[in-house]
């Protein structure tokens, strides 16, 4: 069974930083690993991405300010967030691709809360 356990949201003041990390366990072959996040009411909204061969990619509005990292030794990914913004508040959820490249299955963990306020 594919578990994701995210850990490290908290509060935070503006301009503040955390760091997210996610652990996978029980997958055979990682391709991706991903950061989403996703304030009530609203879609969720893909944040970075952590390939395999180490190739990142971030959506527009975080570049500069969050940095993805992992680990595939340890099937882990972490997300540095800086410079937080109120905006940045959100439910940050870890997301893996894995098995079969050609009809990979995805999974995603719990959340974390990030809350950032003054």
């Known amino acids: 069974q594919v578990q994701l356990v995210e850990s490290g949201g908290g509060w935070v003041q503006p301009g503040g930083s955390l760091r997210l990390s996610c652990a996978a366990s029980g997958i055979f072959r990682i391709l991706a690993m991903n950061w989403y996040r996703q304030v009530p009411g609203k879609q969720r909204e893909w944040v970075a991405t952590?390939?395999?061969?180490?190739?990142?990619l971030y959506a527009d509005s975080m570049k500069g300010r969050f940095a993805i990292s992992g680990d595939n030794a340890k099937n882990t990914v972490d997300l540095q967030l800086n410079s937080l913004k109120p905006e940045d508040t959100a439910i940050y959820y870890c997301?893996?691709?894995?098995?079969?490249?050609?009809?990979?299955?995805?999974?995603w963990g719990q959340g974390t809360q990030v809350t950032v306020s003054s």
């Open positions: 952590f390939n395999r061969d180490g190739t990142t």
């Open positions: 997301h893996l691709v894995g098995g079969n490249p050609l009809s990979p299955s995805t999974y």
